[in-house]
């Protein structure tokens, strides 16, 4: 397999629990957040994303939160599947690029 | 058919040789970017383009250098290939709206190791 994810935290979740990852960003002119997943052998997939105007956005079966006062950004992922085993991280935009964090691996269990 | 793609998907070469790793999109979008993938870290931005006459370096652009063909083509070069460049390359792309940033798309990477 790929050599992402190495060293990266874990999260391990039993199957049809929810699960919840955090990211911490650094920069609190960010406007724009997004978070990926990312499967062995393949390129970042978009998730779901959020503005900084907005505290709460939902998508189907995920969930981001982002809390501006502590810079902090999380996504739920509802009913924890077998499929949403992966790496998932977020990315900050202020100005025109992005900067990602390092991601954590979910690893869902039967 | 994917919309963003990358070739070769892996490669192996030796040191000093030069490479380069193309990548196309089909989006229509002005804007591309070129990242690297290292275990344990985000995703590094090497150059980027927000459209044709466009270039500009990202965070380390040492040790590479990038050609904007046209709208859907842009290729990362690797003018003499050394051991710490062995990595995961990215390809993205993005529309734009002036100053409004927008989600990046990502190919499917190419494995790089340089021996």
């Known amino acids: 397999g790929e050599n992402v994810g190495l060293h990266l935290p874990t999260l391990s979740v039993q199957e049809g629990d929810n699960s919840i990852i955090n990211c911490a960003y650094s920069n609190s002119a960010s406007d724009y957040f997004i978070w990926y997943k990312q499967e062995s052998g393949k390129g970042p997939q978009f998730i779901i994303d959020?503005?900084?105007?907005?505290d709460k956005r939902q998508g189907q079966r995920v969930t981001v939160l982002l809390n501006k006062t502590v810079k902090h950004l999380s996504l739920q992922i509802a009913a924890t599947q077998p499929g949403d085993s992966a790496v998932y991280f977020c990315?900050?935009?202020?100005?025109?690029?992005?900067?990602f964090g390092p991601g954590t691996r979910l690893s869902v269990l039967p | 058919d994917a919309d963003v793609t990358q070739t070769p998907r892996n490669r192996i070469t030796k040191t000093g040789k030069r490479i380069m790793l193309e990548c196309s999109q089909t989006k229509g979008h002005d804007r591309m970017y070129w990242y690297r993938q290292d275990p344990g870290l985000g995703l590094r931005l090497i150059y980027y383009s927000f459209d044709v006459k466009d270039i500009n370096k990202g965070e380390i652009s040492d040790g590479y250098s990038v050609s904007r063909q046209a709208q859907a083509k842009f290729s990362l070069s690797l003018e003499s290939a050394i051991p710490n460049q062995t990595a995961l390359y990215f390809c993205?792309?993005?529309?734009?709206?002036?100053?409004?940033?927008?989600?990046?798309?990502f190919g499917p990477g190419t494995r790089l190791l340089v021996l």
């Open positions: 990315a900050e935009s202020y100005g025109q690029n992005f900067v």
């Open positions: 993205a792309t993005s529309g734009s709206s002036g100053s409004i940033q927008e989600t990046q798309y």
């Open positions: 959020i503005r900084s105007n907005m």
